[in-house]
């Protein structure tokens, strides 16, 4: 028999402390740099297809073009390298984990502006390599903040700078999905039909411009206390350190669970990932414009999203993370549901905004419980590379299912695409279950609470 879970009964925070620690300069701190780590990945995925499709290129093509987001998959790869090595002279000047997230941010913006000289029609392959190469400077980002974060604050807070973070990430989403919309739908010039790559390069070099918001915030931040490694003797001792002891670790941690946790972990946003590259050649097909899926993600979708990260936060705090896990879940799957309905609706702007809401909600709540519940599996002293691998897990099987969805689409159209995704919720729906009655204890304060 299993030990009780530690998140199974956890003592509450009494409402008022669970409500201040939202105002503390580290969750603020975290507002921001999640809106650094979320404005690159629409711009390389959803509002990508948006452009490609409006620029005449097939729905196929556009679904095995999402490949480009595997980056995120295989970010553990080099999540090592960002855990241990320096930068010069970034490191010396700003630390280890600053060091890292400025180089990435360098790179994410290098990335964009080539996204924005590149006309898809004049060939995609110029384009594809610079959304490649903001996919890894953002994946890079992902690690080094990641860990940012985990050693920013005590385990009790991580689920608020968890809901900081995503919050700030959604907000990012919108202004990379709706602002950039809006920004192409004002660049175009009158009188002008069909697809124009001017207002296009116009959003992208914005959208390269509001990087300086992490960039910022990184500068203006402490650098978080360094845990203590033990030295290596030998290069193959610091190798065995670097690659091979983050993942020994967390085995060694969770034994026969670490397979039950990884399990879910690969498979608990898979409905939202795999839905989300067709959301945008969708709206395209159904007659919507840019400046309607602007307005209706910008407005309803902020506030739900606000809402969703808040209260799937402050939820995690009072309930404990396994709870808000299973209601994300839930909520998630059933909002797929949502576009099923829509796609047969054709251009209905009032239900657009229902269903945008309802997902921007169940999103945020989803969301924030689960990055909680990531961070409260890592060891501190392997912070970065065990919650890239984390993360990376989550993204690698959605991913490479979503390459087909432009295919499945073409074959069987948008009402079977939105159900069946729905339907990939139903397994998570029992992992979650068989996750939270055989939770394992919570290791011992020291190998998952950041450093004071």
Known sequence: MSAPPADQNPPALPWRDALKVYLEPATLRMLALGFSAGLPLLLVLGTLSFRLREAGIDRTTIGYLSWVGLAYGFKWMWAPLVDRLPVPPLTT???RRRGWLL????IVMTGLVGMAFNDPRAGLAPLVWCALLVAFGSATQDI??????IESAATRKQAALAAAY???????M????????WIAAWAELAGGAGYQNGAWKTAYLAMAASMGVGVLTVLLS???????????RNAAEWLEGVLIEPFADFFRRYRWQAALILALIAVYRISDVVMGIMANPFYVDMGFTKDEVATVSKIYGVVMTLAGAFVGGVLSMRLGVMRVLMLGAVLSAASNLLFAALAT???DLTALVLVVSADNLAGGIASAAFIAYLSSLTNVSYSATQYALFS???????????????AFVDAYGYHAFFTSTAALGVPVLLLVAVAARNAPVQPPEGASKAAP
Request: glycine letters at 12%; proline letters at 7%.
């Open 103 to 106: 180089l990435a941010q360098l």
């Open 222 to 232: 402490p650098e978080p206390a360094r845990v203590t490694l033990p030295k290596a």
């Open 174 to 181: 919108i202004w990379a999905g709706a602002g950039v919309l």
């Open 166 to 172: 995503q919050t700030g990430y959604r907000l990012a």
């Open 392 to 406: 990376s897990l989550m993204l690698l099987l959605p991913k490479f299912i979503a390459g087909y969805s432009g």
């Open 93 to 95: 000047l700003f630390g």
């Open 144 to 149: 080094a903040l990641d860990a940012f974060r």
């Open 345 to 347: 609706r054709g251009h």
